[in-house]
């Protein structure tokens, strides 16, 4: 069966930093991309950042560039994404989601499974 976990979400201050994990089961790790994206409230779920299967490969939202890098360890089934300067636009339930094929997609169309969300919140 099939899961994703994510966890790291938290209150904080505009400028600072966060680090959220996604924790996952249930399939050879290292055979889908993985990708986070993110919903605030009245809006659509927007991509953020995804990473190949094998970690070589990696792209991210224009609004986030620079300041997010995604990271996986495939030893240990996890999908990191780390968030340095936040800004109050950044506030959001954050997603991560398991590609249905090794390669890189920005499409949520393209993505087999999803974690329930952690949310962030930044304040100015």
């Known amino acids: 069966q099939v899961q994703l976990v994510e966890s790291g979400g938290a209150l904080v201050q505009a400028g600072g930093s966060l680090r959220l994990s996604c924790a996952a089961s249930?399939?050879?790790?290292?055979?889908?991309?993985m990708g986070w994206f993110r919903q605030a409230p009245g809006k659509e779920r927007e991509f953020v950042a995804v990473?190949?299967?094998?970690?070589?490969?990696?792209d991210y939202a224009n609004s986030v560039k620079g300041r997010f890098t995604i990271s996986r360890n495939n030893a240990e089934n996890t999908v990191y994404l780390h968030m340095n300067t936040l800004i109050p636009e950044d506030t959001a339930v954050y997603l991560c989601?398991?590609?249905?094929?090794?390669?890189?997609?920005?499409?949520?169309?393209?993505?087999?499974?999803w974690g329930q969300g952690t949310q962030v919140t930044v304040s100015s």
């Open positions: 990473i190949s299967g094998n970690g070589a490969y990696t």
């Open positions: 989601a398991a590609a249905r094929t090794p390669g890189m997609t920005l499409a949520t169309s393209q993505y087999a499974y």
């Open positions: 249930g399939w050879t790790f290292s055979t889908r991309g």
